[in-house]
C-alpha cells in the first residue's frame, strides 16, 4: 500500500515538473517572437494599433529606431499595455501623443510615465476634471516633464526620415471634447498615416477648411467607428486604401456602427480591426506597406 502511495505522488510530481517545465518553454519562445518583431522593422517605419479592447493606442517605431506612443489604451488595460511595450523591448519613448483627455485614451499613461524614460509629450489644451487626468497632470510634474500644447501645424522632431505633423485641433476649444483630439499626419517616403483620435465632424470640417494634406494610405478611423466621424467629405479629402478601427468586442457604444462600416466600403477602404484581427501592424518601407494581423 505503502509504495503505490509512493508511486504515484512521484508520478504527481513528474506531472507538475512537466507542466512547470512547458510553461517556462513557452516564456522562451515568446521572447524570441518578440525579438523577431524589433529586428523585422529595422529601416522601416513600424506602425502597430494595439489591441486594448474598447479604446485606442497606436505604438510607431522609426526607421532608426525612435519610439512614438500615440495614447495608451483605458485605465483598466495597465497590464496588456505593459505586456505590449515590452513585447517590443523599449525602454524609452521619445514622443508620448496623448490625443485627448478621455480615459480611454489617457488612461494607463500615468503608469507609463513611471515606468519609461519619456521625451516629449503633447496633449491638447483642453483638459478634463477626471482623477485619471488629476493624476496624470501630477505624475508629469513629479517627472518634472514639460507638456507641449497639440494644435494644428506643429511639426514633430522625431525621425529625420519620417514627417510627423499635426493636422488637428484647429480650434483651442470644442464643445465636445472629442473634437479636441490630436490629429497626427506621419510620412515616410511614399507611404503615409493619418491618427485622428476620436475627432468628430466639427474637427473634420475644420481640418477641411485649413486646406492642409490630408492625404494618407492608412487612416486610424475616429472615434472608434462611431458614426459621428468619418463623414463622406473627410474621407474623400484622405483618400485612404486602408482602415484600422481601435475597438473592442461587444462595447456599449455600438462601435464601429454599421453607417461607417458602410461609408467605408462604398469607397473601397479595407478594414482592419482590433476586436476582429487583435493588433494590427502595419510595417512600412517608404513604398510599400505590409499588414499583419494577430487573428
Ligand atoms: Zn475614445
Not at 89 to 101: E, G, K, P, S
Not at 132 to 145: A, D, R, V
Not at 249 to 263: E, F, M, S, V
Amino acid at each position: 500500500m505503502k509504495i503505490k502511495y509512493i508511486s504515484k505522488l512521484f508520478m504527481t510530481l513528474v506531472i507538475i515538473l512537466g507542466i512547470v517545465g512547458c510553461s517556462s518553454l513557452l516564456d522562451v519562445k515568446d521572447t524570441s517572437s518578440t525579438q523577431g518583431k524589433k529586428i523585422d522593422t529595422a529601416g522601416k517605419l513600424a506602425v502597430h494599433f494595439l489591441d486594448v479592447g474598447q479604446g485606442s493606442s497606436e505604438f510607431l517605431i522609426s526607421p532608426t529606431g525612435k519610439v512614438m506612443l500615440i495614447d495608451t489604451g483605458d485605465i483598466d488595460k495597465e497590464a496588456i499595455m505593459m505586456k505590449h511595450l515590452k513585447d517590443y523591448q523599449i525602454n524609452r519613448i521619445d514622443i508620448l501623443v496623448l490625443t485627448h483627455a478621455h480615459a480611454d485614451h489617457i488612461g494607463t499613461a500615468s503608469a507609463i510615465i513611471n515606468n519609461f524614460d519619456v521625451g516629449k509629450i503633447y496633449m491638447p489644451k483642453v483638459g478634463n476634471t477626471t482623477k485619471t487626468y488629476e493624476t496624470l497632470l501630477k505624475t508629469i510634474q513629479n517627472k518634472k516633464l514639460k507638456v507641449t500644447t497639440a494644435k494644428a501645424g506643429i511639426k514633430l522632431d522625431w525621425d529625420e526620415q519620417v514627417q510627423v505633423e499635426m493636422v488637428a485641433p484647429v480650434k483651442a476649444n470644442y464643445e465636445d471634447l472629442n473634437d479636441t483630439s490630436a490629429v497626427l499626419k506621419v510620412t515616410y517616403g511614399e507611404n503615409s498615416f493619418l491618427f485622428t483620435g476620436d475627432a468628430e465632424r466639427e474637427s473634420e470640417k475644420d481640418m477641411l477648411n485649413l486646406k492642409a494634406d490630408l492625404s494618407a494610405n492608412v487612416l486610424a478611423v475616429g472615434h472608434h467607428g462611431s458614426n459621428t466621424s468619418s463623414t463622406n467629405a473627410f474621407l474623400d479629402k484622405v483618400k485612404p486604401t486602408y482602415a484600422v478601427i481601435q475597438v473592442g468586442a461587444d462595447n456599449k457604444y455600438g462601435h464601429p456602427t454599421d453607417a461607417t462600416l458602410n461609408r467605408l466600403s462604398k469607397k473601397n477602404i479595407k478594414v482592419f480591426r482590433n476586436d476582429l484581427n487583435g493588433t494590427v501592424s502595419a510595417v512600412a518601407d517608404g513604398k510599400r506597406i505590409e499588414f499583419s494581423t494577430e487573428r
